[in-house]
């Protein structure tokens, strides 16, 4: 069975390919002009995505060698994400369906997001703890099988990924903010300021970055911080490369103790990190040092499967097809879709 998947939920374009559960190719085309706007544009990134869409699907096409006949079925994801973005994919995905006559399969991105460990081996085996961290969610979910899913616990207010982009933006080093406070914090000191960890409440599996990123907004307006781009620049500021370690050391710890937290209360051995902030090089490392501690297994997809991507779309329309879930070609966007078994 061979199997399309489509994704469009955000600002990356991407096509993968799938047969037989192998992945066959997987293109991503990312929307790099919001960096300019601190953000992504909603309306420019529809119309990006418009303008990508038939070409992306093109050379996934052409690099996994399969030919649109050979097609037993095309997915794509609905929901949850932008609704111009989805939209674009997801028409795409049903009409192409519709015109070579085959399945059309919807699939929920946070689901796909879960699916990203299963692309390649090594896999996580069934029961596992699943932590997505992504611009839009901060999710633990207990995966008991495929389609068999319990929400542990979710963020209150902003997400991992969107207080990394926060911060970067009161730090003036750019957008995405993610990968360059990753970036600087490399020659940070983690422990130049105690930021605040919201723990919650005893035994929480919910998240809370807010307090966080106010945290740190009190601090650079006490020392009077000057903006890395109006300073002496990103390169070679060392206030700069500890700021960004400090805060990245308090979103890592409240995720790993979390993680941790949800695996030993429901007697869990093995930990799946998703979305675009498991890209983050110290969540991946102290991560997989204490889980290694407490004989608890990680596993973090490789970096072309963290972000948002076509190739866990098309392994959840796989195996969604392959028993027999094909979903109504009315099937429209829900942009406030959330996870259900
Ligand atoms: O999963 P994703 O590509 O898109 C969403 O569905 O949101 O995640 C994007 C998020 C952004 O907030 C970005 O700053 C963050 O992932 N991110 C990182 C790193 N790389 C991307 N955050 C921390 N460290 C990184 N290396
Ligand atoms: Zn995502």
């Known amino acids: ?88 994919g997801l028409s795409f995905g049903k009409s192409l369906a519709l015109g070579l006559g085959v399945p059309f399969v919807g699939v929920d991105h946070m689901e796909a997001h879960i699916f990203s460990n299963l692309i390649e081996d090594p896999k996580p085996s069934f029961p596992f703890i699943n932590l997505t961290v992504s611009g839009g969610h901060t999710q633990l979910v207990l995966v008991k099988g495929p389609f068999e899913y319990t929400l542990l616990g979710e963020t209150k207010d902003d997400a991992a990924g969107e207080a990394f982009d926060k911060v970067a933006k009161m730090l003036g080093v750019g957008y995405p903010g993610g990968p360059l406070i990753d970036k600087y914090a490399a020659r940070g000191n983690p422990a130049f300021v105690s930021f605040p960890r919201s723990y919650l409440e005893e035994g929480s599996l919910e998240f809370s970055f807010s307090g966080l990123k106010t945290s740190v907004l009190y601090y650079l307006r006490k020392i009077g911080y000057k903006s890395a781009a109006t300073s002496d620049g990103a390169a070679g500021n060392q206030l700069l490369a500890d700021l960004c370690a400090s805060f990245q ?15 030993e209360a429901h007697k869990v051995r093995q930990i799946a990190v998703a979305g675009g902030v498991s890209a983050n090089s110290e969540l991946r490392r102290r991560l997989t040092e204490v889980a290694a501690g407490r004989k608890i297994q990680v596993f973090i997809p490789k970096l072309e499967f963290c972000t948002d991507n076509g190739a866990m779309v098309a392994m959840v329309g796989y195996v969604k097809l392959a028993s027999g879930r094909a979903s109504s070609l009315e099937l429209t966007a829900e942009p406030n879709l959330t996870l259900s078994s």
């Open 249 to 263: 050391a308090a979103v890592v710890d409240v995720l790993i103790e979390k993680a941790i937290r949800a695996a």
């Open 1 to 88: 069975m061979t199997i399309l998947g489509i994704e469009s939920s955000c600002d990356e374009t991407s096509a993968a390919v799938v047969r037989d559960g192998k992945l066959l190719a997987n293109v991503t085309a990312t929307q790099l002009f919001h960096s300019k706007y601190g953000g992504v544009v909603p309306e420019l990134a529809s119309r990006a995505h418009q303008r990508r869409i038939i070409p992306v699907v093109e050379e996934a096409l052409i690099k996994s060698g399969v030919s649109r006949k050979e097609l037993d079925g095309v997915s794509a994801v609905y929901g949850p994400g932008l609704v111009g973005a989805i939209l674009v």
